[in-house]
């Protein structure tokens, strides 16, 4: 199983990005997604994650109400919509797949690379 984030870049506060998380490999629909932050100088941090059905989602406090996280498991693709955008937003997000969800990275099997987010005040 492979992972690959996009859509990451340069944004300024209040702005809005949608991520990508594209999976290759066999059973994508029976896998969970989380994605996961880390700032420079910090420890990677829980952001959300969707269950393999899409019923099941959670957010970390600090992103509830402003990003979304979806998925199509018609094109093995999890999307993680962040709107009105914060500096404190500013992080490196992985996307991560695994048989069960939950909010600590070691619950989760496999990792893509990571992409940018920057947000400029």
């Known amino acids: 199983v492979q992972l690959q984030a996009s859509g990451g870049g340069l944004v300024q506060a209040g702005d809005s990005l949608r991520l990508s998380c594209a999976v290759s490999g066999r059973t994508f629909s029976s896998y969970a997604v989380g994605w996961f932050r880390q700032a420079p100088g910090k420890e990677r941090e829980f952001v959300t994650y969707i269950s393999w059905s899409g019923y099941t989602t959670d957010y970390a406090d600090s992103v509830k109400g402003r990003f979304t996280i979806s998925r199509d498991n018609a094109k093995n693709t999890v999307f993680l919509l962040m709107n009105s955008l914060e500096p404190e937003d500013t992080a490196v997000y992985y996307c991560?797949?695994?048989?069960?969800?939950?909010?600590?990275?070691?619950?989760?099997?496999?990792w893509g690379q990571g992409t940018q987010v920057t947000v400029s005040s």
């Open positions: 991560a797949a695994g048989a069960r969800y939950g909010r600590y990275w070691d619950e989760y099997d496999y």
